[in-house]
């Protein structure tokens, strides 16, 4: 009678062991094909249509110059009165500013008006060092043009007598033409010293025709500058008319696809909403390299101007490279790459047909379609899953336990 019921009791065992292992399979063959389920992309359609579409490179960069002028000085002392004010018209040369010159401002003008006097003096011994040059030149060009006329050729004498008169009038050629470029060069350095003694002058011009942007001095302010160093300091600006100009940093991909007058939209962030519109003006292809990275910087006058836009404002721009109107078009991510062929999934009711295409230009959200398809067509688009996939954090997004659970690896070894 104990051997029967062992016997029972050990079936019994093995008879519930077996019904677990079923349900564990089973159970795990339904986990698997959810997961399965759940990881397939979730498909939706569109239809072929017919509207506008431009091909674009994206950029940014900032405001170079918005025609504003700086007016600067050089000089060390106390502001004495100030003429002008924001927003008043002033012309070449209209006085903005007086300034007291303290002891420093002294010595650096007088310094300044030295150096001017010398290079004046300078620019006349080479004006007159030229009259010499030219009468020598012109002996010189009389003797030889003699010597030519009564010369023979016969006796070495002769032929020596020649070469001198030759070599002579060569010499003073070449000595009038370097005094010559003496000259140029002392007028230049009159004109710089001329510059520099003007900007050590307590009274403050326009450099030249506009209206006043903004007056950084007031009337009793210290204005202090390096001699040595030689600096200057900004004390108003002034607007000029036209547009502003805006530099663009294009990547090495992009560049080639870069031609002068296209058209470029541009946003500001600190001028919210608002687009402007410009045209490209200059490319550099040269380019410039920064930590393994090449950048070419294009240039971008906007068509309009305005007050808001300021010099070294960050810009966004979109450079349009091709644009097209009434043409067919879908959605980019309905387009399927397989060999260097491009076709997409027409749907029909409830059949699918792969469908070869020619397309065009793209943007960023829409393809060209130039042959295979019709006006109203319903295409597929594949896009990621909604639910039950993979997020970078490497859980699932709604299924935390979709496909073959640790706990079961765990029960199966």
Do not use: C, W
């Not at 040595?228 to 990547?251: D, M």
């Not at 909403?273 to 971008?300: A, M, Q």
């Not at 319903?378 to 979709?402: C, D, H, M, W, Y």
């Amino acid at each position: 009678m104990k051997k029967t019921e062992n016997f029972f009791s050990k079936h019994k065992v093995i008879i519930i062991a077996g019904v677990l292992i079923l349900v564990v399979v089973v159970s795990g063959q339904k986990l698997l094909k959810k997961s399965e389920t759940s990881d397939s992309t979730t498909v939706t359609t569109a239809k072929v249509v017919r509207g506008n579409i431009s091909s674009s490179v994206e950029a940014s960069g900032s405001i170079e110059t918005a025609n504003y002028l700086a007016v600067t000085t050089s000089v060390n002392g106390i502001v004495k009165k100030v003429y002008v004010q924001e927003g008043d018209t002033v012309i070449k040369g209209q006085k903005i500013m007086d300034i007291t010159l303290n002891s420093d401002g002294e010595e650096s003008r007088a310094s300044a008006y030295s150096a001017y006097l010398s290079a004046k003096s300078s620019l006349e011994r080479a004006k007159s060092g030229l009259l010499t040059k030219e009468s020598a030149l012109m002996n010189a060009e009389k003797a030889f043009e003699k010597e030519k006329e009564n010369n023979s050729y016969q006796t070495e004498d002769e032929r020596d007598s020649y070469k001198l008169a030759e070599n002579a009038y060569l010499v003073a050629k070449s000595d009038y033409d370097l005094q010559k470029e003496e000259i140029t060069q002392a007028e230049v350095a009159l004109n710089k010293a001329l510059l520099s003694y003007q900007a050590q002058s307590p009274t403050i011009v326009a450099p030249d025709n506009g209206i006043i942007a903004n007056i950084l001095i007031v009337e009793g302010m210290d204005i202090s500058n390096s001699l040595s160093e030689r600096t200057s300091t900004t004390v108003a600006s002034i607007r000029k008319e036209g547009t502003p100009i805006a530099s663009l940093n294009i990547s090495e991909v992009d560049i080639n696809k870069i031609k002068v007058g296209q058209k470029v939209i541009l946003t500001l962030d600190s001028i919210g909403d608002k687009k402007f519109t410009g045209k490209v003006v200059g490319i550099d292809k040269i380019g410039l390299t920064s930590s393994g990275v090449s950048n070419y910087p294009v240039i971008v006058k906007f068509d309009e101007n305005s007050d808001m836009v300021l010099p070294n404002m960050g810009v966004d721009a979109e450079i349009i490279i091709d644009e097209k109107s009434d043409v067919l078009m879908v959605p980019t991510s309905a387009i399927e790459t397989k060999n260097n062929e491009k076709s997409v999934t027409l749907v029909k009711g409830d059949a699918t047909e792969k469908v070869k295409v020619e397309t065009g230009i793209s943007s960023d959200k829409y393809t060209e379609i130039i042959s295979g398809l019709n006006e109203g067509d319903e295409v597929q688009i594949k896009s990621l899953p909604t639910e039950g996939f993979t997020t970078s954090s490497g859980t699932s997004n709604t299924n935390r336990n979709s496909g073959m659970p640790g706990g079961m690896g765990g029960f199966m070894r």
